[in-house]
T-cell receptor
Framework: NAGVTQTPKFQVLKTGQSMTLQCAQD?????MSWYRQDPGMGLRLIHY???????DQGEVPNGYNVSRSTTEDFPLRLLSAAPSQTSVYFC????????????FGPGTRLTVL | AQTVTQSQPEMSVQEAETVTLSCTYD???????LFWYKQPPSRQMILVIR??????QNATENRFSVNFQKAAKSFSLKISDSQLGDTAMYFC????????????FGKGTLLTVNP
């Protein structure tokens, strides 16, 4: 049981480039979320999904796109990277039957130059 | 919208002593959960302790306990017998009862345990 996995661990982009951060979970959790962590800001919710085919926006969704075609995978797409998107990104999964605990991936550190 | 406030950006404690981290929150909901997460230098988010708002009894997990004051909307974390491995960033988080998959986090408190 690998839990929540994220790839890559580190990434450097140039302004305007696009990329996809991958997230996968093997716990059959229905809910998945993406957060970003900035210094002095805590974690902020970007997008979330309540099941395959269903996504919604969080607190800071601009510049990001998500889709959820399977229960296991929840990729986060940066359409045109900007320096303001330099951050650490965490994916999390959650099961309503699991005492309301979110399981976090190891994070991806993204730098946009 | 809910807000979570951690008023102590940094704290330090001597090994084996006790330290308390503060957290206050604002909500109009009656059914919710509160969490403390630990983030060591490895960056991994680790759940330390959780509290259901409907439970009056304060949660305890080994050396970690909370002081949950619902009327005051306060949720502090007490770490007893501090260990060097407790050095980390600590985040307080709020989850609505019906949508705990969307957490609202405080800005964090950096705790350093000194030998």
């Amino acid at each position: 049981n690998a839990g929540v996995t994220q790839t890559p661990k580190f990434q450097v982009l140039k302004t305007g480039q696009s990329m996809t951060l991958q997230c996968a979970q093997d716990m059959n959790h229905e809910y998945m979320s993406w957060y970003r962590q900035d210094p002095g800001m805590g974690l902020r919710l970007i997008h979330y999904s309540v099941g395959a085919g269903i996504t919604d926006q969080g607190e800071v969704p601009n510049g990001y796109n998500v889709s959820r075609s399977t229960t296991e995978d929840f990729p986060l797409r940066l359409l045109s990277a900007a320096p303001s998107q330099t951050s650490v990104y965490f994916c999390a999964s959650f099961s309503s039957g699991n005492y309301n605990e979110q399981f976090f991936g190891p994070g991806t550190r993204l730098t946009v130059l | 919208a809910q807000t979570v406030t951690q008023s102590q950006p940094e704290m330090s404690v001597q090994e084996a002593e006790t330290v308390t981290l503060s957290c206050t929150y604002d909500t109009s909901e009656s059914n919710y959960y509160l969490f403390w997460y630990k983030q060591p230098p490895s960056r991994q988010m680790i759940l330390v302790i959780r509290q259901e708002a409907y439970k009056q009894q304060n949660a305890t997990e080994n050396r970690f306990s909370v002081n949950f004051q619902k009327a005051a909307k306060s949720f502090s974390l007490k770490i007893s017998d501090s260990q060097l491995g407790d050095t980390a960033m600590y985040f307080c988080a709020f989850g609505s009862g019906g949508s705990n998959y969307k957490l609202t986090f405080g800005k964090g408190t950096l705790l350093t345990v000194n030998p």
